[in-house]
């Protein structure tokens, strides 16, 4: 199995900065895409960050210039720094890896358990 153990979510004024962590654990063979995804009751899961094994990395446009997403291939963890925070950013954040397990043929999509975010003077 895989397990991806989110950190880092809280409650923040506007304006400041959170700083999120996913670690991946478990058979893993291989890891290519991790990112991180938001989302509010009633809405849809939305795109926050992506990144590759490679360092290719794509956000949304409502985060560009504010949140930064990065990775340690060697600890299979991915980060996301996220300064300005706003109001609207206020959801639950979720981690994604795209995992290629031991002596399995192919990738799988998985996914954590969430992290709170609150954005609120």
């Known amino acids: 199995q895989v397990q991806l153990v989110e950190s880092g979510g809280g409650l923040v004024q506007p304006g400041e900065s959170l700083r999120l962590s996913c670690a991946a654990s478990?058979?893993?063979?291989?890891?290519?895409?991790m990112g991180w995804y938001r989302q509010v009751p009633g809405k849809q899961r939305e795109l926050v960050a992506t990144t590759t094994s490679g360092g290719s990395t794509n956000y949304a446009d409502s985060v560009k210039g504010r949140f930064t997403i990065s990775r340690d291939n060697a600890k299979n963890t991915v980060y996301l720094q996220m300064n300005g925070l706003k109001p609207e950013d206020t959801a639950v954040y979720y981690c994604n890896a795209v995992v290629r397990r031991m002596y399995a043929l192919g990738y799988g999509d998985y996914w954590g358990q969430g992290t709170q975010v609150t954005v609120s003077s």
């Open positions: 478990g058979s893993i063979f291989s890891i290519n895409a």
